[in-house]
């Protein structure tokens, strides 16, 4: 069983990981531990590995092999990948891209004690900072690697954690992964599944028409009610069957 998670900056990854470590016995690959075990095998202490890389790029493609290579040699393994780019490289794993409203994502990493490489002067900051690091990544993977970061359909799964526990989010990968093992229904016929919170569809309390619909459609839904649905052929999204928001259910689920 392997899972490959990344995401949006401030999205809880890190959390999530230690979850499926503490509860679930998952041995967590970060890109630094998988940094670490390429300097053991080359003999270098992680200093003398952390400066090799600012100077030669080479040795990110090291660390894209070295996940590679774990993934082919721990198939059986209950291993998840905490990484930015671990769902390209590693060998057939359950993709989960987590995402955050850029506003939660900058209250999180604001109110964090994340040391001296992370200072924000407010809120506002932290936001602005978050989007222009994000804006560089993406250039950056596009440039060495070709790939398109944000396209969702890079991924198996989705998941909003703007208004979702860590705990809640770790169950639900864990099953949303056996029901892409297993292949039954749209694990079996779809690229990506999207569960997204209401509130990042439309103000919490209002009613007001559902930005994804179908563009002939003025039906407006209630804030407090989750909408399940399914993308139609003129690329719009289409209501399959309402049910109400609570712990079991607190997401929209969108096919792509």
Same mark, same amino acid.
């Given at each position: 069983m ?5 995401g949006?900056l401030?999205s809880g ?10 509860q679930y ?7 630094g ?5 390429l ?6 202490t ?8 600012c100077?030669?790029p ?14 082919r040699?721990q ?7 905490d990484?930015r780019?671990a ?6 794993s359950? /993709?989960?891209f ?6 939660e994502? !900058? ?6 004690n994340r &040391?001296?490489? #992370?200072k924000?002067k407010d809120?506002e900051d932290a936001?602005a ?9 993406d ?9 398109n ?5 890079n ?6 954690s703007?208004n ?12 949303e992964?056996?029901?892409y093992?297993e292949g ?7 690229s990506?599944?999207l569960?997204?919170?209401p ?15 179908? /563009? ?9 009610? !989750?909408?399940?649905c399914?993308?139609?052929?003129d &690329?719009?999204? #289409?209501?399959?069957e309402?049910?109400c928001?609570g ?10």
């Amino acid at each position: 069983m392997h899972i490959t998670l990344t995401g949006n900056l401030g999205s809880g990854k890190s959390t999530i990981c230690r979850i499926l470590e503490n509860q679930y016995g998952f041995e967590i690959y970060s890109t630094g531990k998988v940094q670490r075990k390429l300097a053991e095998e080359m003999g270098l202490t992680v200093l003398e590995m952390n400066q090799r890389m600012c100077s030669d790029p080479s040795y990110d493609h090291k660390i894209d092999d070295t996940v590679a290579r774990i993934s082919r040699e721990q198939a059986d393994e209950k291993i998840c990948f905490d990484s930015r780019l671990a769902w390209h490289f590693a060998e057939k794993s359950f /993709k989960v891209f987590l995402s955050v409203d850029i506003n939660e994502a !900058a209250r999180r990493v604001f109110n964090d004690n994340r &040391g001296d490489v #992370e200072k924000y002067k407010d809120q506002e900051d932290a936001k602005a900072q978050l989007i222009a690091r994000a804006e560089t990544e993406d250039k950056r993977y596009h440039e060495i690697y070709g790939i398109n970061y944000f396209d969702f359909n890079n991924y198996n799964l989705v998941l909003d954690s703007t208004n979702c526990t860590p705990e809640f989010l770790a169950e639900r990968i864990l099953k949303e992964h056996d029901a892409y093992i297993e292949g039954d229904g749209f694990y079996a016929d779809h690229s990506c599944k999207l569960l997204i919170g209401p509130s990042r569809l439309y103000k919490q309390g209002t009613r007001v028409s559902f930005p994804a619909g179908p /563009k002939s459609s003025e039906t407006a839904y209630d804030a407090n009610t !989750a909408l399940k649905c399914k993308k139609v052929e003129d &690329g719009n999204f #289409e209501l399959e069957e309402e049910a109400c928001i609570g712990t079991d259910y607190p997401l929209v689920q969108l096919y792509i």
